[in-house]
């Protein structure tokens, strides 16, 4: 079994009352429930310790992508309602029926795959049926949705499963108003087939903020829940969760004309002091961020100077008198003028998912939380 040891020289501060202030703010702009989405251990802050501080500010359901992730916070103690969505039918679905996991199906192979589990072990499966309505990736399309139905409509007479939901998933703002459509057309289908789903859910972060028409009865908040608003045109008021930092392990003064880093696609134009940081992108830190990527240390931004490598990278902090110790601030929630995790991703071409869920796991996590602000020691955690 491979073991990772957690670096020396740096972790992740998660902050769990950034966490829930972010879970009220989503529960004070909704009449619906809020499901907060821990999967991929939480975005990479921690499932157990975020799927806690958001139950405990106001959401009642979690969201996971495996059966796996949802009977880890069974395992931890977790009694909330939790859905999983990403299956193969030919997995054993029995564990995740005894833990009481909803079930996410979106074939008629993955729903008689549940029944057939859920009557092997002689209880009702709650399943959610997925429509899909313009996404084209998990989902039934609209012309298997009507098989699917009512073969639902089917294992429920014979008591195998129950349809407590009927879901789908957004693709983007430009094409809500017609998934809209397509949605009420299949829950309208589904009910014709004599389903009676309590739950009907569409709605992510950016919607959930900002587009009433889709919540139903419960919204799903991911990426909104750690802080990054999930509109940049908007801001919501989320606060930045997670903070990176890592101390500096070398300072050296170079002379004008010295390259940096492989390559030496940076050459210093001046005298100038340069700072070695334990990161790379083994931790999670993107390549291609490197020729744009700033960094905070003693409260001013210092740029990369060349490529990252893959445990560690060099920052050019000019004449700023800073020493070995001193702790580089990567990113976090950008009060104190550090880079965001928004800034890196701009800088890296792609989007915040990647960034936090890319953290590794050399990366210890701290937890911050309540009154007190009390630093708890990092958990092991599940890597997905």
């Known amino acids: 079994m491979n073991e990772t040891i957690a670096s020396p020289h740096a972790h992740a501060v998660v902050d769990l009352d950034a966490v829930a202030h972010n879970t009220a703010l989503f529960t004070a702009a909704t009449k619906a429930a809020v499901m907060a989405v821990v999967k991929a251990d939480g975005f990479g802050h921690g499932a157990v310790w975020v799927a806690r501080a958001a139950l405990s500010s106001g959401a009642t359901w979690l969201g996971v992508t495996t059966c796996a992730e949802a009977l880890h916070l069974r395992a931890s103690g977790i009694t909330a309602p939790i859905l999983s969505w990403m299956h193969s039918p030919l997995e054993d679905f029995g564990p995740a029926l005894l833990a009481n996991v909803d079930i996410s199906?979106?074939?008629?192979?993955?729903?008689s795959a549940v029944a057939d589990c859920a009557a092997r072990l002689g209880v009702t499966a709650d399943v959610h049926l997925k429509a899909d309505t313009g996404l084209h990736r998990n989902g039934a399309r609209p012309e298997e949705w009507p098989g699917l139905v009512r073969l639902a409509r089917d294992l429920e007479i014979a008591r195998h499963v129950r349809v407590r939901g009927v879901w789908s998933h957004l693709v983007a703002e430009g094409m809500t108003r017609l998934q809209v459509k397509l949605f009420d057309e299949a829950v309208a289908v589904a009910r014709g087939a004599g389903l009676r789903p309590e739950i009907r859910h569409l709605a992510n972060s950016a919607a959930a903020l900002g587009a009433p028409q889709t919540h139903?009865?419960?919204?799903?908040p991911g990426i909104g829940l750690y802080g990054v608003e999930p509109d940049p045109r908007h801001i919501f008021g989320l606060q930045g969760a997670m903070t990176l930092r890592a101390r500096l392990i070398l300072v050296k003064r170079v002379p004008a004309g010295s390259g940096v880093s492989y390559e030496h696609d940076y050459v210093t134009d001046r005298e100038t002091t340069l700072a070695l940081v334990p990161l790379g992108y083994a931790d999670g830190l993107p390549w291609a961020a490197a020729r744009h990527a700033e960094v905070s240390i003693g409260g001013r931004r210092f740029p990369v100077a060349g490529r990252i490598a893959m445990d560690q990278f060099v920052v050019d902090v000019g004449d700023?008198?800073?020493?070995?110790?001193?702790e580089a601030v990567v990113f976090g929630p950008g009060t104190g003028g550090e880079p965001t995790v928004a800034d890196w991703a701009r800088w890296a071409n792609t989007v915040p998912h990647e960034i936090i869920t890319g953290i590794g796991p050399r990366v210890a996590r701290r937890y911050v939380h309540a009154c007190a602000r009390r630093a708890e020691e990092p958990e092991e955690s599940l890597r997905v």
């Open 105 to 111: 199906v979106s074939s008629r192979e993955h729903l």
């Open 320 to 326: 700023a008198g800073v020493r070995i110790g001193d």
């Open 216 to 220: 139903y009865e419960l919204v799903r």
